[in-house]
């Protein structure tokens, strides 16, 4: 469709609704009127209906004393029916279970959303030292293991989009930032199959992942096992945990219909 079509179909009043939504975060889990109305470089007249319409359908509220706005439980069925809809997070659980288990490192499954992967599935390891996240926190694809395995399985024109649409922004000094850098390492994953990150989002934190492919030989998904490295050493990352991952991201692709050896 060119773009003009998707200007003309585009119902602006949606992809605002939608923006006053993603407005709100961890940092921010109020917004004033005139804060939204800044953030979305527009007058205050133009998110007043909006707030009004989210508040009576139920997915915002605002204090009756300080005037502000926040996102009530309800929010969250948006995000529960699309993973409803997915049969990966169930069927995989009991592995990324015994995943843990068998390592003593926290176990996730997340997909790729533009630059970013989002955690739809967790298997918390236990202990103070342990490398656990909340299902449904996003973090920077092009960081950690599971979002490096899934980008490298994309298609060029794609791939071009998510990194050249965004920044390779470094939050470590391992962290790649060269666009040729990393789109080389990328060759190199999809080559090998797995993706191992070693203190490129935090120090000390290593990862290993492993992509799970469907029916179509499209990665749909990602497993990893994240730990400091007091645990995902490399001796043992290469004799325990890199060959526990790859067996069940094989495991879980047949679940998908994917019956070839990643």
Do not use: W
Request: glycine share 6%; proline share 4%; net charge negative.
């Amino acid at each position: 469709m060119a773009k003009e079509e998707k200007e003309r179909y585009s119902a602006n009043s949606l992809v605002r609704g939608l923006e006053i939504l993603k407005l709100f975060s961890e940092e921010r889990p109020t917004l004033s009127l005139v804060e939204i109305a800044k953030e979305l470089d527009v007058s205050r007249t133009v998110p007043f209906r909006l707030l009004y319409t989210l508040q009576t359908l139920g997915y915002l509220y605002q204090d009756e004393h300080t005037k502000r706005y926040n996102l009530t439980p309800k929010v969250l069925e948006l995000g529960f029916a699309y993973l409803s809809t997915l049969k990966l997070p169930e069927i995989a659980q009991p592995y990324l279970e015994k995943l843990r288990d068998e390592t003593g490192a926290s176990c996730h499954l997340s997909i790729l959303d533009g630059h970013e992967v989002v955690y739809v599935g967790s298997a918390a390891a236990r202990g103070v030292s342990a490398v656990n996240v909340n299902i449904g926190l996003r973090l920077p694809a092009h960081a950690v293991a599971n979002g490096k395995v899934q980008l490298a399985y994309q298609p060029q024109e794609r791939l071009n989009q998510v990194l050249y649409g965004s920044n390779l922004t470094p939050f470590t000094e391992r962290t790649k930032t060269d666009f040729v850098d990393f789109q080389q390492e990328l060759a190199t994953i999809r080559e090998q199959g797995y993706a191992i990150t070693k203190g490129e989002l935090h120090h000390g934190i290593q990862s290993v992942a492993a992509p799970i492919i469907n029916r179509s030989g499209q990665v749909i998904a990602a497993i990893n096992l994240v730990a400091t490295d007091t645990i995902l050493h490399n001796e043992f990352i290469e004799k325990a945990a890199l060959p526990k991952v790859l067996e069940v991201s094989e495991i879980l692709s047949g679940f998908m219909g994917n019956h070839v050896k990643n």
